[in-house]
């Protein structure tokens, strides 16, 4: 006898399973971005020239005050390699199999995403809860980021922690005898 029953090739269950794993690899995209958020508050929160948690100093309060300038971009640039080592350490694991160089382009892009939104949110909190800058300054004297390479230091610091790290996973197997 005959069986009529028609089978499903096993393609199409691998294509069903594959759509929830790409759905999160887009997660590497959009938590940089999203703490890119919380990074540009903390920015503010602690930067000479705006709430100045980090130095406490009343002369670098100011934001108008060339001496808090480098104060300033070291903050941002700190909280940038920080938040990159922390997301280059995650993806340590998920680097194996399918869709590897998917995470890890995703997670590049969510660090540039990030680091752009942390120097915006930065800058917003600095208009919304800091002091009006004085207009007889000229708009380079409030509370801004005098050198955009710290913006790439997220990403540079994914793709450092990733390198380093799938090194030492390479170098750590043991040879074939």
């Known amino acids: 006898m005959t069986d009529s029953t028609v089978h499903v090739p096993a ?3 691998q294509i069903s399973a594959s ?3 790409r759905s999160k690899d887009v997660l590497w995209l959009v938590l940089p971005a999203a703490l890119g958020v919380v990074a540009g508050f903390i920015w503010w929160l602690l930067a000479p020239g705006g709430l100045n948690l980090v130095s406490g100093n009343p002369d670098l309060a100011n934001a108008a005050n060339p001496d808090s300038w ?5 903050v941002l640039a700190a909280l940038m390699l920080l938040a990159g080592c922390l997301t280059g350490v995650m993806l340590d694991g998920k680097l ?3 869709g590897a160089a998917r995470r890890l382009a ?3 892009l969510g660090g540039a995403l ?3 939104f942390a120097w915006l949110v930065g800058l917003l909190a600095a208009q919304l809860l800091g002091p009006a800058p004085d207009p007889a300054l000229g708009p380079g004297f409030g509370f801004t980021l005098r ?3 710290v913006l790439v230091l997220w990403p540079a610091a994914i793709a450092f922690i990733t390198f380093v790290l799938a090194l030492f996973g390479v170098l750590s197997k043991k040879p074939v005898k």
């Open 106 to 108: 995703f997670a590049l």
């Open 147 to 149: 050198s955009y390479a």
């Open 96 to 98: 194996n199999g399918d």
């Open 11 to 13: 393609v199409a269950e």
């Open 70 to 74: 480098l104060p300033r971009d070291l």
């Open 114 to 116: 990030g680091a752009v």
């Open 19 to 21: 759509k929830p794993r």
